[in-house]
């Protein structure tokens, strides 16, 4: 496998950025007022949590999205701290700002989701012309969690083309229709969570994993195995299934394999996929193999769980 090189460019993308507060209590107590002073606020979103661990593990890397509003100079400010550039378009819409509750009494971080406001009209054909700019010097792309109301169904598909046409790697870590409507222009991975995954192809199933009443993992393994074959057979494409601090299901080309990450101290799990998908995204893309793919994937997620800053390794 090569080297990390900062002259090695990636391009990461999420059409749906975030403000993240993060709040640290030692407990909390549902009902009443709960004051901390560990808290820190950061650029953040999936695509930016990619590009932030590609930058601390030493890589050259972009940033593609749509950003707007009166927050959008401190994001960038936020970014450009963090060592990030982005490229951007236009969206003429605020960032949300999403907040994580971390309860160290109780063992759990909670997150709270505000929706992303609609892009006006013209953003996507700004951010894909931002997008093929940066397509042309780069190695691969890795497109990460949902776009923002507004955005025309075909954006993301026509990302995942423009890459395919200019012969990048492709690391895909989206689902639903944008990832059916993508997995034609054969991405070499693609990386759902395992509820995304049944979400897709067993609904019921992703009901029960939700409430808690999940079959046995062995009829989850051969479900999880017969789409990873379809993937592999029509597309080309590995499929990688993270569970959380479960083993990671992943198709070498001929079996279903699992591999069982490192262990970790977790105090913010937030940003631990993204973190395993850059892992992920450039260990391929530097030639290793999908077993060394996960691997490292799985040791970037558990460092990041160890930091209260999300989509970070240090």
Known sequence: ??????????????????????????????????????????????????????????????????????????????????????????????IRICTTVIDVAAGNATELVQEAQPVAEGTAGRVLSAFEEELRPCRAVIISGTKATGFPSDTIPSMARMAAEAGKILVLDIKGADLAACLPYRPTAVKPNLEELLQAVAPEKARALRAGTLPDDGEIRALVASVADEYWSKWGTRLVVTRGARSTFYWDGGALREYQGPSAKALNPIGSGDSFAAGLGATLTEGGSIAEAVAEGSRLGALNAEHLKPGSIE
């Open 1 to 94: 496998m090569e080297k990390p090189s900062s002259e090695s460019t990636y391009v990461t993308v999420c059409l749906n950025p975030v403000i993240q507060n993060t709040l640290l209590f030692d407990s909390l107590a549902k009902g009443e007022v709960n004051r901390t002073s560990s808290y820190r606020v950061d650029a953040s979103g999936k695509g930016i949590n990619v590009a932030r661990v590609l930058r601390q593990t030493g890589r050259g890397v972009v940033h593609v999205a749509q950003l707007g509003g009166p927050t959008r100079d401190w994001f960038i400010a936020m970014c450009a701290a963090d060592g990030l550039r982005v490229a951007w378009g236009d969206s003429g819409s605020a």
